[in-house]
Structure formats: C-alpha cells, structure tokens
C-alpha cells in the first residue's frame, strides 16, 4: 500500500491505494468519530462487496446502518439523496457519525454531499469502486446531485476525511466502465505529464487487462496529480480547471445524445481528441501529436470520432457547461502533449472547423 496526502490551507487527508485494503479495517478505525458509521452504497456495489466492509467493521464492535441506493446515473437526485436522509434520522444517526461511500463516482458524489447536508455537516469516507472514482471522483471534495435542469447543479465542496482505493474492487468492473476510466488517465498525461502519457502508450494493453501493478501505478499518479492541484486550488477559480480538459466538448455529448447514452468517459475522449484538434489547428501541437493523441485513446477502447450534432447545437450546448465564464466558452486546450492551458479568446471560426471537421 502507498499513501498520499492531500495538503489543503485548513485541512488535508490521505489516500490510500493498494490491494485488499477493504479488509483492513485498522485504516478507517482511527478516522471514525463514533463507534457508528453508514455505508452509503448502491443495488450493483452491495451484493459485491458489502458484507465483507460491514463485517470487518462489526467484529471491531463500530455499529453499522447500511444505505443500498438504486443504481445509476438517473438517480443521483434530490429523491435518492433524501432516502439517505429518512435513513439517517430513522436510525438515529448523530454528527458523530460517519458516511462511507462505497461505489462509483454516483455513490460517491451523492454521499458527499449527503454528509455536507446532515446535521450541518458529519464526517465521511471514500471507498471508490471504479477506476473512474478512484482517480478522479473521490479525490478533492466536489459532491453533488443532478438537477433536471443540469448535472451536478445542487452540490457542495466538502472534503472527505480519507480515500480508500482498493485496486482488487476494479476485478467486477465492466470492460466499458475500464475503458471509461482509462479516459480521465489519459487526460492527466495529456494534460501535465508528457512522461506519463508516453508511460501510458506502453502499458495501454497491461491495464486494460487489469494488470494489477500497472493499474495501481496509474492510480497512484493520476491521485498525486489531482492531490496536487487540488491542494493549489480547492474551489476552482484557476489551475484546477485544467481538470476539465475534454470536458466541454464532453458534456456537450452527454447533453447533446442524451445523458447515459455515452459514458462520461467515452465522451471526454471523443471530446479530448476535439481539443488536440483544435489545438492543432492553432499551431500548437503537430500532425505527430494528434496522432499519438488519437492512437492511445483509440487503444483504450474509447471513441475518438464524436457524434455529428451539428455546429449550432455544439455551440448551444457548450455554453450551457458551467465552465463558461462571463457568456465566453473557455476552453483547456494543448501547447502540447504533457501541457495544458485555459483559452479564453478561440476566434469563432477556428472552433466551426473543428466542429464540422473529420473528427465529428
Ligand atoms: P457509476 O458510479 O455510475 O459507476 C458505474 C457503474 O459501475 C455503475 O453501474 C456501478 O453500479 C457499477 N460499479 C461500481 N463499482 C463496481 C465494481 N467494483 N464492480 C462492478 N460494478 C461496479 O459511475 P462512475 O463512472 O464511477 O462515476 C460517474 C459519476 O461521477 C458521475 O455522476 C460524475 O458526475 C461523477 N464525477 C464526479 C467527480 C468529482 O470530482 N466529484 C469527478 C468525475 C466524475
Ligand atoms: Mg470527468
């Protein structure tokens, strides 16, 4: 096991990442603030790998109330997050009592924000079961629900106080759901380490085949980077953004298809490739670049060709992302492979030939 720590301005908290670490209950006891806990976790996650949390932490004497949520993205609203609540009080839960998310990033996420709610605020812990969660949504605290209007609108910076990421969880993890959280590794390579992209391109094939050594490796690096610039910039108001490399034009997908009908992560690779092509037709990266870019995203067993939704609707759409700023789209884009910045000032035309270009 290898552990991190997250340095914020009042706090920070340690990741931890390794193998078989559900069933070390000796590195959540001392970050309990009661003898209770709730495992928040959902219908896919539970008959996977509940018991065998619950168990270690009963045998220590810690009291547990379990919260099994309806699986999916659909239901990470206000419906979902209010079932944990009438669990809560329903069983008596205090302040002293902490929430253990135990899923993906949907578990994760509402968890989250379920702990910033209660009480005014109770204690939590991730356990992420996707890669996806385990490199980028259980790390820096951002927590939220969808509103019918917009993804992750209602929501709250809130901290955990560990992460618990157990490489042995990713074993049941669909193929799909890999290749998704392949996507947001390779974005970190693309986006501050050209050392780590390369790395990447060599160990494509050992990961999607769940090599163990190469997963915990690219976990390990993704969570330094997030820990990094998160501890730079808690709540987004610079470096932080570059996170969102891809996911302009991501969203607009998601949005623009249908939330669900692509993955997050299929359509932050699509999207990924239109910001390298856009950084192409800059000047900034080279025909070699894109190509690379295209090849290890393809080799992940993600899309690299986004779906026709016409120039209008592309624009429409990613002016709706709360990454606009003052009415202007604001785009990470690439200076090149390891080095992304934040564009504020894309002449319009630029992006239109992207838009209607041969990686739609
Ligand atoms: P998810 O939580 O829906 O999980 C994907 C699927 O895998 C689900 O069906 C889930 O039940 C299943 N699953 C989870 N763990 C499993 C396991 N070990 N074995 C088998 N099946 C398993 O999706 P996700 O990709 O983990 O997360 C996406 C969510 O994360 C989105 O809601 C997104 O908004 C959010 N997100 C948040 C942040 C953040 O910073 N807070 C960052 C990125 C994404
Ligand atoms: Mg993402």
Known sequence: MITLNLTL??????????????????????????????????????????????????????????IVLPDGEDHKDWQTLNHIFDVLLAERCERSTTLIALGGGVVGDMTGFAAACYQRGVPFIQIPTTLLAQVDSSVGGKT????????????????????????????SLPDRELSAGLAEVIK?????????????????????????????????????????????????????????????????????LGFGTWLHGEAVAAGMVLAAATSHALGWLQDSDLARIRALISAAG??????????????????????????????????????AVIEETLPRAILDDVLSGPHI
């Open 9 to 66: 301005p009042d706090a920070g908290y340690p990741i931890h990442i390794g193998q078989g670490l559900l069933d070390q209950p000796d590195l959540l006891l001392p970050l309990l603030a009661s003898d209770k806990v709730a495992i928040v976790t959902n219908e896919v996650v539970a008959p996977l790998y509940l018991a065998r949390l619950v168990d270690a932490l009963r045998t220590r004497g810690i009291a547990v109330v379990p």
């Open 302 to 339: 993600l899309p690299i060709q986004a779906p026709d939704l016409g120039v209008e609707q592309w624009l429409t759409l990613m002016s709706h992302d709360k990454k606009v700023h003052q009415g202007k789209i604001r785009l990470v884009l690439l200076q090149q492979i390891g080095k």
């Open 188 to 256: 970190y390579g693309l986006l501050g380490d050209a050392e780590f992209f390369a790395w990447l391109e060599a160990h494509i094939d050992a990961l999607r085949a769940r090599d163990m050594t190469a997963l915990e490796y690219a976990v390990r690096r993704c969570c330094e980077m997030k820990a990094d610039i998160v501890g730079q910039d808690e709540k987004e108001t610079g470096v932080r953004a570059l996170l969102n490399l891809g996911h302009t034009f991501g969203h607009a997908i998601e949005a623009g």
């Open 144 to 171: 939220a629900i969808n509103h019918p209007q917009g993804k992750n609108m209602i929501g709250a910076f809130y901290q955990p106080r560990a992460v618990i990421a157990d490489m042995r969880l990713l074993d």
